[in-house]
Nanobody, 120 residues
Framework: VQLQASGGGLVQPGGSLRLSCAAS????????MGWHRQAPGKQRELVAG???????NYLDSVKGRFTISRDNAKKTVYLQMNSLKPEDTAAYYC???????????????WGQGTQVTVSS
């Protein structure tokens, strides 16, 4: 099982980016999916999460600006980020709680980080 993230980049304050993260491999089921971020010198924090039925939760500082969604058929989670601020600059990591065929249950998988830099 692998998670492949994409969509990061350099954007000006007030701009938008859309991150994508696709799961692949021998997947029986995916439970929750989410995005975390880690800025230099800071702890990793949960930005947004989404359940298999579409329930969502957000970090307070991104509410109203970021939207998480998922396409279960494509095994992909998205993060639409609008009105970006310099303090959103970080490496963004996707994660998913996945039941792999032949395993004993769900476990967490992580994608590689994708850098988001908000700067003028």
């Amino acid at each position: 099982v692998q998670l492949q993230a994409s969509g990061g980049g350099l954007v000006q304050p007030g701009g938008s980016l859309r991150l994508s993260c696709a799961a692949s491999g021998s997947i029986f089921s995916i439970n929750t999916m989410g995005w975390h971020r880690q800025a230099p010198g800071k702890q990793r924090e949960l930005v947004a999460g989404i359940t298999s039925s579409g329930g969502t939760n957000y970090l307070d500082s991104v509410k109203g600006r970021f939207t998480i969604s998922r396409d279960n058929a494509k095994k992909t989670v998205y993060l639409q980020m609008n009105s970006l601020k310099p303090e959103d600059t970080a490496a963004y990591y996707c994660n998913a709680n996945i039941y792999e065929y032949g395993s004993s249950g769900y476990r967490d998988y992580w994608g590689q980080g994708t850098q988001v830099t908000v700067s003028s």
